[in-house]
């Protein structure tokens, strides 16, 4: 908005993080430079920490040859890196450094001038060669904003991860709900005893014995792996004695107690 481009302030520094003044300022308010920043350029290239009369070869040493002696016999391509970030209190930050690349930049003029003579006119032309600096801007940087939504659906995904409302919902469920509690937390903290355990199922393992010989017709001799398994037949048996009073009374029909034995089986 306007008013964090009036607070905007650009600070102009060396290739090392350094300040430079360039126009007697190194940081420039945005009143300030309301007709650009301006300075010589001797002050730019000390910015970018060379001279005119410095070799190009030091500058890019991977560079082949054919370089001029002096940055100013070649000219050179000088780069403005503007990086815009956005501070506290809606500030915006411009920091302003300047790179030098030896490049060839020449320019070749030439004129022509007509002469009169006595035999007629002649033509004199004249060619000036010069080179110089070309200019060129990078614009980089980062704005930064809080996001309340993905805020919030960060918060709500951490939670989630973190299994904190099985922990809140099993909080309730043993401290929160009376005596239903208390049964649920017997429960939970029921104590395992190994020999009075391993008696109860032993003896339910004896007793699921015992009725599957009495089931098989009451074979106590052979063991319980030659015995032939349960058929639907020898079921459907069992289940009509065991319903045979309410058969009797009509209260159950022959076809029905087929569709329970056909359903169990």
Not at 44 to 51: H, K, P, Q, R, S
Not at 106 to 117: A, M, S, Y
Not at 220 to 249: K, N, T, Y
Request: overall charge positive; glycine content about 10%.
């Amino acid at each position: 908005d306007r008013h964090s481009i009036g607070a905007m302030v650009t600070h102009i520094v060396h290739e090392d993080g350094s300040s430079c003044f360039v126009g007697g300022k190194a940081k420039w308010a945005s009143a300030d430079s309301q007709s650009g920043i301006t300075g010589t350029l001797r002050e730019w290239l000390e910015c970018a920490g060379v001279t005119l009369d410095v070799d190009p070869r030091a500058l890019t040493p991977e560079m082949p040859g054919g370089l001029a002696p002096h940055l100013r016999t070649m000219g050179f391509s000088m780069q403005m890196r503007l990086d815009y970030r956005n501070l506290q209190a809606g500030q915006i930050s411009c920091t302003l450094s300047v790179r030098v690349l030896p490049v060839w930049t020449v320019r070749k003029q030439t004129d022509f001038v007509e002469l009169p003579g006595s035999t007629g006119n002649g033509t004199v032309s004249r060619l000036r060669t010069a080179t110089g600096a070309a200019v060129s801007m990078k614009v980089t940087g980062s704005f930064k904003r809080f996001d309340f939504t993905r805020a919030l659906r960060f918060f709500i995904d951490s939670v989630v991860l973190m299994q904190v409302p099985v922990m809140i919902v099993r909080f309730i469920t043993l401290f929160c709900m009376g005596s239903l509690s208390a049964v649920y937390r017997r429960a939970r903290a029921t104590k395992v005893n190994l020999f009075r355990d391993f008696h109860s199922a032993l003896a339910r393992m004896m007793v699921a014995a015992i009725g599957f010989r009495g089931i098989m017709g009451g074979n106590w001799c052979d063991p319980l792996a030659d015995l032939p398994g349960l058929d639907q037949g020898r079921m459907f048996e069992h289940v009509q004695d065991i319903f045979a009073g309410c058969l009797e009374s009509g209260s159950l029909q022959m076809n029905e107690l087929r569709c329970i034995v056909s359903a169990v089986f």
